[in-house]
Nanobody, 124 residues
Framework: QVQLVESGGGLVQAGGSLRLSCAASGRTFSSYAVGWFRQVLGKERDIVAAVNWSGGSTYYADSVKGRFTISRDNAKKMVYLQMNSLKPEDTAVYYC?????????????????WGQGTQVTVSS
């Protein structure tokens, strides 16, 4: 069993930065891939970024490439999403999720554990 808790969301002006954190519990967390997703009310939840079990392989949605960076620290059981050059269209609730599949992947159905989400609001 893995439990995830996100933090770091908030209100920021366009062009600013935020770092989201995802704190995990569970003995096997270091063997799980982790993804960050985001959801706007009334729309589907979309992948933002994913990282494999070791942190050595990552995936980014085209909309965030070059602006967001996902990383993890397995010793601390933490996963981060550094978000730079934020845009109003990045406004959403951001979720981290863990998958028993060890590679970085985008299939939302294969993410087994989810956090409660953290709100990110980017003002223009």
């Amino acid at each position: 069993q893995v439990q995830l808790v996100e933090s770091g969301g908030g209100l920021v002006q366009a062009g600013g930065s935020l770092r989201l954190s995802c704190a995990a519990s569970g003995r096997t967390f270091s063997s799980y891939a982790v993804g960050w997703f985001r959801q706007v009310l009334g729309k589907e939840r979309d992948i933002v970024a994913a990282v494999n079990w070791s942190g050595g392989s990552t995936y980014y949605a085209d909309s965030v490439k070059g602006r967001f960076t996902i990383s993890r620290d397995n010793a601390k059981k933490m996963v981060y999403l550094q978000m730079n050059s934020l845009k109003p269209e990045d406004t959403a609730v951001y979720y981290c999720a863990a998958s028993r599949i060890t590679i970085a992947h985008i299939n939302i159905r294969d993410y087994d554990y989810w956090g409660q989400g953290t709100q990110v609001t980017v003002s223009s």
